[in-house]
């Protein structure tokens, strides 16, 4: 057994990886410890130039390698000098979903993604006394995961050149304004002592200690923070003339939620363009972390094209008229269509049963189903005590796996019209190039068929304003209402195409 040494970083474990591979030594001949300390200990890999190159790895799994080594796991490096050796041994199902290993892999990679997402719409800075000096913000958030570099970039993308400081029990990270740092503690932590940190201003190197009674808690909460995120969140959303083109323009799924003044003024300006037409997606670039889909050999319940049938307990397809004029597509079923089987009878279906009712349509006439057919879901630490499963949104793997099953909903029902609910259903039907915000009040023209898209209703349930969840549902009934009369219209279909 080979006992290897490495600082807890991917950068060191790639260094020993590439010199492993390159002597040729088995996963199953290699223990890796995670060394104490800041310094690298490597356990007797020296570089030796008279063996072999080390194989070359695609950028694609590297990146994949790399948000997988972010999760804090006993095995984790193990888990990745194992699919990395079998890769460079022609085994490329060690990255296939069903394979042991590929779907571990593909598992912690979810987790890190979801709980970066959470991290950066979670954490809340608390702005700083001026005469302190600087960093200007201070934030603090406990991840499960090494996150820190992962988070601090997308802040530094976000807070322009304001000096902030976010800290972690294992390190924080400081931006002046230019230049990202990364600071770790001086000494492994016992209890929950100071933590120290490099940090650098205007050139200076500068010595800072954070107390744990600075900040309590996940993200701090106070009345002057709560202000100063919305003013920021007012500030990019309204802005005049906007300073991007607006399908650039991102609305962020957790916290003060896109102002109601602009919800209307986007639907207002969609419905005037009536019908457009989308270009389909790019061909699909297949690659060895990326191999086609197999065509399924049962029905949705034996399906096996992706993940996400292992933690739901039914799939959930759809139902209705056989050859319904009018077909609704969702993301994906809720906690209570996973238990029940049947679509859109949870809190979302209810919500939508009150506006078809208010479109003046009925349920029975149309064909609901969904974009994912498997239910996507996470328990949260701090809701593990309760067993609380929260919905996740599907990653694009595996709403392309699902497209099988929509395009043979699309092929056997052919319907009129399709009303999308939702960003993912919208990209389901048109490419992940396409923005829901870029196209709510219009018509597509896409592929033969028509598509209205708008929001789906679990977004208003999740809306704390009343008015801005009642200008949501507005925005729906109007959907539909549309949907309702271009199903009515005779040869809706050529006439649109041709005007767009």
Known sequence: MKRISIEPSFAAWRRAARELLRQGIEPER???VEADGGAEATGGTPENPGLNPAPAIPRELLARLKTAACFRAPDRWSLLYRVVWRWTHGERDALAPDDRDGALLDQRI??????TENLVLLTLFRRRDPSMGLPEFVGWYEPRNDLLERAAARFA????DSTWMLATPSGAAFWNGMLLRIGRPAAPETGAPPLALQAGSQGQQATQALQPSVMDGEAVTSEP??????AYYASVFNALPAPVPLRYWRTPPVGPPLPARLTRERSRLGAQSGTVT????????????????RDPAGPPATCRRCALWRNARQAVTGAGPAEA?????????????NQHGEPFTGPAGQLLD???????LERAALYLTYAVKHYKWEILEQQRLEQQRVHRTPAWREVEACQYWLEKELAQVAPRVVVTLGATALKALTGPHVNLSEYLGQTIAHDGRLIVPTWHPSYALRTADSRLREDIVAGMVAAFGRAAGLVA?????ASHTDSA
């Open 354 to 360: 009150t506006v078809l009712a208010r479109a003046g």
């Open 157 to 160: 993308a976000r807070m322009g």
């Open 110 to 115: 979810q987790s890190v993604e979801q709980e």
């Open 325 to 337: 004029s009018l077909m609704v597509v969702g993301e994906q079923p809720g906690e209570h269509e």
């Open 278 to 293: 989308v270009p389909k997606m790019p061909p699909i670039e297949y690659s060895a972390t990326t191999p086609p889909l």
């Open 30 to 32: 290699i223990e890796w």
């Open 225 to 230: 923070t709560e202000a100063l995120w919305l």
């Open 489 to 493: 219209r005779p040869n809706h279909l």
